[in-house]
């Protein structure tokens, strides 16, 4: 298959390229940069530079490469701004699902969430709805929503609502940016600081996904049917109990544990993912922190 990558250097990206040639497919990847050309054009890529936000340039684009799929893993977070990744979501897949229509694709996969659902008891499965009652999480919802309803305009739409990301290249790696939040790194005004705030030994609940995992699931997801699914790992988990092997992991100090969590705090179920065939080779955060400084 003839896959087009948005998002072909990132911390998703960078590992599913590798894996979608290895997997036999023909593949374009976008970029905005020279070093994203070069890097790109290294692992067996096509590359094309052009700019989400340019719908005119990603049309053309879109229209020359003739995929048989689109591979959506824009993100903008490298600034740490979830107002910009709000607008890639909303505005960067809009352009994205148009030119992919006027190109005659039929098929995508796009990067969503998995803590974007309702309060409620329990990690969420995908009937569970998303979080329109919270104002404070409208940018992230609104931004998740809007993306979601773009992608399933294709006739063929697959969603993954990942877990946290973990691993080479993502803010838990053992020189991103949680290792320097906790260890007093980060000034406390900064924005990652400030996206990172919910860093604590408490009862929050999170679903962690290793990033070669997620990447694996987009290769997979070429074949599964529409619909939405959760990539996470097996085991969500409280704050109290994986922030402490991450500490370890990372060789930084563990914080005091807590009592605090909100009800949307809640992780998610892969049962699905599970069932489409999914197998993580990290099944749990717990194998793969230690696994990150080996
Ligand atoms: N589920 C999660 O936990 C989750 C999800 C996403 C991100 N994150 C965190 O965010 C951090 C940054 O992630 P990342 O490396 O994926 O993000 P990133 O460095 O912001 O870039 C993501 C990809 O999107 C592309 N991109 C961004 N804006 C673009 C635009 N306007 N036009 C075209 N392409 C654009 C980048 O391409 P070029 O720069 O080559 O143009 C890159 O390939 C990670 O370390 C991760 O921990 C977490």
């Not at 409620?120 to 919802?141: F, I, K, M, S, Y």
Request: a negative charge; glycine letters at 10%.
């Amino acid at each position: 298959m003839h896959v087009f990558v948005a998002g072909a250097t990132g911390a998703v990206g960078g590992l599913l390229v590798p894996l979608l040639i290895d997997s036999g497919h023909q593949v374009t990847g976008m970029t905005r940069t020279e070093t994203g050309l070069g890097r790109l054009r290294a692992q067996g890529a096509t590359p094309i530079q052009v700019d989400a936000f340019d719908a005119d340039g990603l049309r053309n684009a879109l229209a020359s490469a003739a995929p048989d799929a689109v591979i959506h893993q824009l993100t903008a977070l490298a600034a740490g701004s979830s107002a910009d990744n709000g607008q890639i979501r909303r505005e960067g897949t809009r352009n994205l699902v148009d030119a992919a229509k006027n190109a005659g694709v039929k098929r995508i996969i796009a990067q969503s969430v998995a803590w974007a659902y309702e309060p409620g008891a329990g990690p969420a499965d995908e009937t569970a709805q998303l979080d329109h009652t919270d104002p404070a999480r409208a940018t992230l919802v609104g931004g998740v929503h809007a993306l979601e309803e773009a992608v399933a305009e294709l006739q063929e739409h697959v969603v993954l609502r990942y877990g946290t990301f973990y691993g080479p290249r993502t803010w838990y790696s053992p020189d991103g940016l949680v290792a320097d939040k906790l260890a007093g790194r980060l000034p406390a005004e900064s924005p990652a600081a400030k996206l990172l705030g919910g860093l604590r030994a408490d009862d929050a609940v999170t679903s962690f996904v290793h990033v070669a995992d997620a990447a694996r699931a987009a290769v997979d997801a070429l074949d599964w049917p529409s619909g939405v699914v959760n990539i996470v790992d097996d085991e969500p988990a409280p704050g109290r109990d994986w922030l402490p092997v991450l500490a370890d992991a990372l060789a930084v100090p563990v914080p005091p544990a807590e009592a605090s969590g909100a009800r949307w705090q809640r992780g998610a179920r892969n049962t699905r993912a599970r069932s489409l065939g999914w197998q993580p080779r990290y099944p749990t955060w717990r194998t793969g922190f230690p696994a990150m400084s080996s």
